[in-house]
């Protein structure tokens, strides 16, 4: 006996709400148009973030480079297993912009290849040129090869947004009036202004809320990479952008892939809704903090085993009040390596409990974030300094590691 994930219904409500932006292959020709740096620019510039990408022009210049590194410390690289770096945190372009300013006075730190923000996708961000800015930095500029967006369940909108939707799949939404033309849909577990530790909670056929925010932020932005908080948003992505192919989804450490049984649960999701060419749209997964080095290593064999090409994850160190005190994975990173597998190397914090560097930032107003930008970017710089510094250990040990194209002097393949 099997069941499907999806009924008749929830495909018909995705299939009206993907024709209602164009289709699958207009939403891949828009996102590709999108992804070049003098169209984001250009636009940046209109919406009065020219002089902050100006000014990052400059300073990615100063950057340090891997080849220098590799040859002052005459490393080799002869060991299988590799590091790839990825820092969380980039709230935004003014604190990302803080970040760079940092790192280029540095002069020493290479700069991780995936980038990851937490940002509410509200209109101001999408539409005001913050998101665009923000992706022109960190694709265009810093060349990192993944940045990816979060679009929170409980982000604020103006009402016209869900009553699109709900005309559009007739399906409706259970939300709160807000007043001044604003709305937002309604938590029922534990609340933050933008919703619940990342979106956890996705009630009901609020998947299909969900769809439709990373589909406006793609078309606008040529954003190309979200975060997927919940079970009903993983089966509904990879259902809905089976016949995108540059539209990809990272699954978050809070699904709470703790094991090799939760890992096999997703990989059944992800069998289900394949795209033509065998692949998943799920590019990453966040292995969970309670896992073990030995229980990172089965699923990395599992999914080797799988035949899906899909990278995992683990957080190396985290925010003081995301989980335990003085959470540390490092060593178990350095286990994984050495058992020749393949891991990604995550920052949500630098390990210090530095003033900002909680998940306070990542819930916080479009104002208050552009008011405390300088403050967060240097949270975001010694989140990279970490990265940096474990990474560096990693190649002294005979392992590649992986950072972003700005970090070389001759870009990667």
């Known amino acids: 006996m099997h069941f499907k994930f999806l009924s008749n219904r929830d495909l018909k409500a995705m299939d009206t709400l993907l024709d209602s932006y164009g289709g699958a292959k207009a939403i891949s020709e828009k996102i590709e148009s999108m992804r070049d740096y003098d169209t984001r620019k250009m636009i940046a510039e209109e919406k009065g973030f020219g002089d902050l990408l100006q000014k990052s022009e400059e300073y990615v210049q100063k ?178 952008a089976r016949e995108i192919p540059n539209l990809y989804f990272k699954i978050s450490m809070l699904l709470s892939t703790q094991n090799a049984v939760q890992l096999r649960m997703l990989m059944n999701i992800f069998k289900e809704y394949l795209r033509k060419d065998g692949t998943t749209p799920i590019y990453e997964i966040n292995i969970g903090n309670a896992a073990t080095a030995e229980t990172f290593i089965q699923c990395s064999k599992e999914m080797e085993a799988s035949g899906l090409d899909v990278s995992l994850a683990a957080h190396l160190r985290i925010n003081p009040d995301l989980g335990m005190e003085d959470f540390n994975w490092t060593k178990n990173a350095f286990k994984v390596l050495d058992a020749g597998r393949n891991i990604t190397i995550k920052y949500e914090s630098d390990g210090e409990a530095r003033p900002f560097d909680t998940m306070e930032a990542y819930f916080i107003s479009d104002e208050e974030r552009n008011e405390k930008a300088e403050l967060i970017g240097n949270v975001i710089y010694y989140k990279c300094v970490r990265c940096d510094m474990d990474a560096k250990e990693i190649m002294a040990r005979g392992r590649e590691a992986r950072y972003a194209d700005v970090s070389y002097r001759k870009k990667k393949d």
């Open 63 to 240: 950057f340090a480079k891997v080849e220098d590194y590799i040859e002052a410390n005459q490393l080799t690289f002869n060991k299988k297993g590799i590091c790839t770096t990825q820092v969380s945190g980039f709230q935004g372009a003014r604190p990302t912009f803080y970040a760079i300013k940092d790192i280029a006075e540095n002069g020493t730190v290479l700069f991780p290849t995936e980038m990851i923000s937490v940002v509410g996708l509200t209109d101001a961000y999408v539409y005001g040129g913050d998101l665009i800015t923000t992706l022109a930095l960190a694709e265009n500029l810093l060349g990192a090869s993944k940045f990816c967006s979060t679009n929170l369940l409980g982000t604020p909108l103006p009402e016209e947004r869900f009553a699109r939707v709900e005309e559009v799949t007739g399906e409706t939404f259970e939300r709160r009036d807000m007043g001044g033309g604003m709305s937002q849909i309604i938590l029922k577990n534990m609340g933050t202004p933008f919703g619940n530790l990342g979106g956890v909670e996705v009630g009901n056929n609020n998947h299909l809320v969900y769809l439709d925010g990373i589909t406006r932020a793609a078309l606008e932005t040529g954003a190309d990479f979200f975060l997927n908080p919940s079970w009903s948003t993983i089966v509904a992505a990879c259902y809905y």
